[in-house]
T-cell receptor, first 114, second 111 residues
Framework: GDSVTQMEGPVTLSEEAFLTINCTYTATGYPSLFWYVQYPGEGLQLLLKATKADDKGSNKGFEATYRKETTSFHLEKGSVQVSDSAVYFCALSAGGTSYGKLTFGQGTILTVHP | NAGVTQTPKFRILKIGQSMTLQCAQDMNHNYMYWYRQDPGMGLKLIYYSVGAGITDKGEVPNGYNVSRSTTEDFPLRLELAAPSQTSVYFC??????????FGPGTRLTVL
């Protein structure tokens, strides 16, 4: 079945540091890929998405590129802020008759210190 | 436009009790989902619905039931609560082929 694997956390960075959170996936066909963010005490919010190979999703300084050849969708940000502290989830939707169901990675906790 | 709303925010149940988690959306989305989030884990799909009157099991349906009598509402029923059902529950909705929108969650503890 479909699966998503994220890098182990937690990740602790200083403000203005470079961030990479690795995400790889296993899926049949051509899934859509997502990064969701969960701030403390809140539900999940879509951060960015990509629907086909070589697409780059971007939002709020975060970027991720859909790499079919390496089945990856790594999240990057050039300069993190304290306000980026949250849990980040990589997810996929298989499309077709999957009815929009999402398969999630286990989440990566990011803490940014001033 | 309230988006996806969930009630209650918190609940403590005793083993064997039952309860219904409420979920409503005002975006006229056909697809709705229930997930559970356990500590250090990603979200697991419990049940989903593709429209009023149509529901199906997800990855972890045991111990839960759902119904979908209207487009707006998708309640999740827990019968005979067990400690293993201690979790945070999220409801989500989407239009066809679009982004899923999540509610704020219900934190449930079974003692």
């Amino acid at each position: 079945g479909d699966s998503v694997t994220q890098m182990e956390g937690p990740v602790t960075l200083s403000e203005e540091a470079f961030l990479t959170i690795n995400c790889t996936y296993t899926a049949t066909g051509y899934p859509s890929l997502f990064w969701y963010v969960q701030y403390p005490g809140e539900g999940l919010q879509l951060l960015l998405k990509a629907t086909k190979a070589d697409d780059k999703g971007s939002n709020k300084g975060f970027e991720a590129t859909y790499r079919k050849e390496t089945t990856s969708f790594h999240l990057e940000k050039g300069s993190v802020q304290v306000s980026d502290s949250a849990v980040y989830f990589c997810a996929l939707s298989a499309g077709g008759t999957s009815y929009g169901k999402l398969t999630f990675g286990q989440g990566t906790i990011l803490t940014v210190h001033p | 436009n309230a988006g996806v709303t969930q009630t209650p925010k918190f609940r403590i149940l005793k083993i064997g009790q039952s309860m219904t988690l409420q979920c409503a959306q005002d975006m006229n989305h056909n697809y709705m989902y229930w997930y559970r989030q356990d500590p250090g884990m990603g979200l697991k799909l419990i049940y989903y619905s593709v429209g009023a009157g149509i529901t199906d099991k997800g990855e972890v349906p045991n111990g839960y039931n759902v119904s979908r009598s209207t487009t707006e509402d998708f309640p999740l029923r827990l019968e005979l609560a067990a400690p293993s059902q201690t979790s945070v529950y999220f409801c989500a909705s989407t239009a066809v082929g679009d982004t899923q929108y999540f509610g704020p969650g219900t934190r449930l503890t079974v003692l």
